[in-house]
């Protein structure tokens, strides 16, 4: 039995890792809901066929070392699209800048191709009359997580508990009308010049979230473990970035790199294009928020200020149980399943020998599930709470 649930953890185990190629699907006709209630027209990333791109686009993860490829297919009409890199050191063929590289025309594929250098976090986006193309919402995070694990930020760096990405952009909706979207373009040109209304945002974004949109975004963290935080800007703003004093933040990364000094501080700014990696050490539960302020570059004026709720909690208990965040018994199991979580909520999974989804739900506390009907073999289910990722192999015989 022991060599079967072996096998089945490694099927498992090799379906998270393998290395398909990354989608994503350019598309000229998205909609955004701002946080007033309005709705514009953006340009942006998707992965599915139908699916509404959204602003930021999809958060790509690939792990240090990987042989990447992006698979991007533009099904938008007008301007090609292309994908830059932004930060990693890829070839020139790869980079997506237009002329240095390839552009992406209408129902074509362009692909990507990289070894995925230094651990960090990067920013993909359009290159093609950037300008436009980024504020119209071509523009996503992309995270190479160190070979060494998950919850470390690089080979020899720290160990963390929890991480929270942040990542900055503003929306003037003046530039959302056809009038700007839909640009002249010609390819044999490496320079445009297409008239665009002076940059005045109105909405000041991060992960595409702004006023009491974001209460659905919390930074979490407990009070003796590490925190890492993601933070990159790219808007046309600079932002600085005020953290309670209660999370003893310390910036150790730049731009995908170690900093050689770490700096202690309570405020941070980010200008376009720039990443940052924060780790916060709390050393008491509390709930905060951290302030984002949005300034022009050229005179420093604030003109608008985003608060992300922070909630640190206690680890006492948490920590207690974390061993066994999530126990399931009887193993084997013949007709109820129970799964019982520790102090938190828990998504569940429940997955056959072949890696079908047999059961998605989430658990609170303890509950039974009924298992008569689930054929005879061996199943795998995994938890996913705020402190990581359980695997537990069960029998049904
Ligand atoms: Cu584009």
């Known amino acids: 039995m022991r060599a079967l649930l072996c ?12 290395q398909d190629p990354i989608q994503l699907i350019g598309r000229n006709t998205g909609e955004k809901l701002l946080s007033d209630g309005n709705e514009i ?4 990333f998707a992965q599915e066929i139908g699916e509404n791109p959204g602003v930021p686009g999809p958060s790509l993860e690939v792990i240090e070392g990987d042989s990447v490829v992006i698979d991007f297919w533009n099904i938008s009409q007008g301007a090609p699209h292309t994908i830059h890199l932004h930060g990693l050191d890829v070839d020139q063929q790869n980079d997506g800048v237009p002329h240095l590289s390839f552009e992406v025309h209408h129902m074509e ?4 191709r990289f070894k995925a250098p230094h651990p960090g976090t990067y920013v993909y986006h359009c290159h093609v009359v950037s300008s436009i193309h980024v504020q119209a919402g071509m523009f996503g995070l992309l995270i190479v997580r160190p070979a060494v694990g998950d919850n470390y930020t690089w080979e020899g760096g720290y160990n963390y508990w929890y991480e929270s990405s942040l990542l900055m952009s503003e929306i003037d909706t003046n530039w959302h009308h056809d009038s700007v979207l839909l640009h002249d373009y010609d390819t044999n040109m490496s320079h445009h010049h297409v008239r665009i209304p002076k940059y005045k945002p109105q909405h000041f974004l ?7 949109q974001l209460d659905d975004l919390t930074i979490r963290g407990v009070n003796d473990g590490n925190l890492y935080l993601r933070l990159s800007n790219i808007g046309y703003f600079g932002n600085r970035i005020i953290f309670p004093s209660g999370l003893n933040a310390r910036v150790i990364d730049s731009d995908g790199r170690p900093l050689p000094v770490e700096e202690v501080t309570d405020t941070l700014e980010i200008l376009p294009g720039e990443r940052y990696g924060v780790l916060a050490a ?3 539960a509390f709930m905060d928020e951290v302030i984002v302020q949005y300034f022009n570059l050229n005179t420093g004026i604030v003109l608008n200020e985003q608060y992300v709720n922070v909630n ?6 948490i920590k207690e149980s974390s061993k066994e965040v999530v126990r399931i018994y009887p193993n084997p199991a013949t007709s109820s399943l129970t799964v019982e979580v520790g102090l938190q909520e828990a998504e569940i999974q429940i997955v056959d020998s072949q890696g079908r989804l047999i059961l998605e739900t989430s658990v609170t506390g303890s509950e039974s599930f009924d298992i008569r009907n689930l054929p005879s073999g061996a199943y795998i289910l995994s938890s996913r709470t705020a402190l990581g990722i359980e695997n537990h192999p069960f029998i049904k015989p």
């Open 206 to 212: 991060i992960n595409g979230l702004a006023e009491q």
């Open 7 to 18: 096998i089945l953890l490694i099927c498992f185990g090799t379906t998270c890792l393998a």
């Open 41 to 44: 027209r953006t340009f942006g």
């Open 312 to 317: 640190i909690e206690d680890a006492a208990g």
């Open 109 to 112: 594929h362009g692909f990507y």
């Open 282 to 284: 709390p050393d008491s």
